[in-house]
């Protein structure tokens, strides 16, 4: 595992998503909340990285700009290259729903919605054709083990299995990227360690580029690259090990 600030950025052709300058802020009553301080943040095709930090570090607002989620104040965030700020809507909408996978603490799905279904949406709204839809989502939803578990709705699933659809869903569009923020942070200790191998295991299998937000130290310390961040900044020490 390797420590990198923010001074040490990959570099190359393989660059897949980078952020420059990055700076958000909110309006709390009448102050204004600085979530991060002029961020350089970037990561290439394939890696695997963790952001790490305390509560409130901004490790979550990172993820959602670089998700296309929110917008930051000042910076600029490339996804391939392209300045995200200029996509039209539709455009980030594609980007968002196809080469953006997104795996959050609190789940988000929908609880209407059986595992297959809440699985096969992002492809939908990708107009891929039903048929196919279906065979990717009974696919992948085999693949994290919940074969058995298609029609069951949200409700009918323990937490660990509420994230392994979260999973399934965010993989059903094979992203260049899977954005997961604390997603084992609402399991127990072991069914948490099963989600990250799982991660892990499919991460490896399609080379997927990860980047997990994390303030566990077990799980950061899974990962080749670990960028730390305090009060909404990069630490600018780095401490290469081998």
Do not use: C, W
């Not at 104040?73 to 995200?84: A, M, P, R, S």
């Not at 939908?124 to 992948?140: F, G, I, N, Q, Y």
């Not at 399934?168 to 127990?188: F, H, K, Q, T």
């Not at 997927?208 to 990962?223: P, Q, S, Y």
């Amino acid at each position: 595992m390797s420590e990198m600030g923010a001074d040490m950025q990959p570099s190359g052709s393989r660059l897949l998503l980078e952020a420059r300058g990055i700076t958000k802020t909110y309006n709390s009553g009448k102050r204004e909340l600085t979530v991060l301080r002029e961020v350089n943040f970037s990561v290439t095709r394939g890696e695997f990285v963790a952001l790490q930090g305390a509560s409130g570090a901004g490790k979550s607002t990172l993820l959602h700009l670089l998700g296309g989620l929110d917008r930051p104040n000042q910076g600029t965030i490339l996804f391939g290259g392209e300045d995200v700020a200029r996509l039209s809507n539709p455009a980030l909408a594609h980007l968002r729903n196809v080469k953006i996978g997104f795996v959050f603490q609190a789940y988000h799905l929908f609880p209407e919605l059986n595992a297959l279904e809440n699985v096969s949406l992002p492809s939908r709204m990708a107009r891929v054709s039903v048929p196919e839809t279906m065979r990717r989502a009974t696919e992948l939803l085999k693949r994290v083990g919940l074969g058995a578990r298609l029609d069951h709705r949200p409700t009918e699933l323990s937490g660990g299995e509420q994230q392994r659809v979260a999973i399934a869903r965010a993989l059903i569009n094979s992203p260049d990227v899977i954005l997961a923020d604390e997603p084992n942070g609402n399991l127990d200790s072991h069914t948490g360690e099963e989600i990250l191998d799982l991660l892990l295991d499919l991460r490896e299998e399609r080379q997927t580029t990860l980047i997990i937000a994390t303030h566990d130290n077990r799980l950061a310390a899974r990962a080749p690259r670990v960028v730390r961040m305090v009060d909404g900044a990069v630490t600018p020490v780095a401490v290469p090990t081998n």
